[in-house]
Antibody, heavy 125, light 110 residues
Framework: EVQLVESGGGLVKPGGSLRLSCAAS????????????MSWVRQAPGKGLEWVGR??????????DYAAPVKGRFSISRDDSKDTLYLQLNSLKTEDTAVYYC????????????WGQGTLVTVSS | QSVLTQPPSVSGTPGQRVTMSCSGG????????VNWYQHLPGTAPKLLIY???QRPSGVPDRFSGSKSDTSASLAISGLQSADEADYYC???????????FGTGTKVTVL
């Protein structure tokens, strides 16, 4: 069973930066982490789920897609040697305050197969 | 503001069947599979239905999904107290080139 564990959340001032990590385990030799498409989803306090962005596997081109509110400020990357996904958050705004979830994505139908427990990012002065 | 619209809440008594809708457009539900997620407060969301009507291993057959044109729906039969949660539909949107979640529906068991 795939397990995802996020870390790196915390309190940061508006305009600041933070890097979240997602350590993955449970992937198999025939379906390794390096072949996985991954994404980040967030949930602001009292709000619904919001997709942040995704990173395709290197085999699929290793490209990224981002939601409009975070494009140009957030960046997703991965270290396949460490089975770890990252989310770099720059130029943070108060509206970025949320629990951030790491997810494993099925290429088709873009379903999020596994989710981490989430890490809280609070942007406040 | 989400492009997929769901009713804010639905409720039912134990054993009852409840349904919830998810309304979208031609660039999302009309063109791509719909997925449904169950989110209990304080826990990680869980994939409930994928490809509009398929259940992952371990999901009871009390949960079923369907899709027609630009709308989708989720039904829960034999409602149980453990089903109290928020439910979200989602789909890839070709116009936005991004994944969109519905506004969410809170299920209450009376």
């Amino acid at each position: 069973e795939v397990q995802l564990v996020e870390s790196g959340g915390g309190l940061v001032k508006p305009g600041g930066s933070l890097r979240l990590s997602c350590a993955a385990s449970g992937f198999t030799l025939t379906s390794p982490f390096s072949h996985a498409w991954m994404s980040w989803v967030r949930q602001a306090p009292g709000k619904g789920l919001e997709w942040v962005g995704r990173l395709k596997s290197r085999l699929s081109g290793g490209t990224t897609d981002y939601a409009a509110p975070v494009k140009g400020r957030f960046s997703i990357s991965r270290d396949d040697s460490k089975d770890t996904l990252y989310l770099q958050l720059n130029s943070l705004k108060t509206e970025d305050t949320a629990v951030y979830y790491c997810t494993w994505v099925a290429k088709e139908p873009s379903a999020m197969l596994s989710w981490g427990q989430g890490t809280l990012v609070t942007v406040s002065s | 503001q989400s492009v997929l619209t769901q009713p804010p809440s639905v409720s039912g008594t134990p054993g009852q069947r409840v349904t919830m809708s998810c309304s979208g457009g031609s660039s999302n539900i009309g063109s791509n599979p719909v997925n449904w997620y169950q989110h209990l407060p304080g826990t990680a969301p869980k994939l409930l239905i994928y490809s509009s009507n398929q259940r992952p291993s371990g999901v009871p057959d009390r949960f079923s999904g369907s899709k027609s044109d630009t709308s989708a729906s989720l039904a829960i039969s034999g409602l149980q107290s453990a089903d109290e949660a928020d439910y979200y539909c989602a789909a890839w949107d070709d116009s936005l080139n991004g994944y969109v979640f519905g506004t969410g529906t809170k299920v209450t068991v009376l």
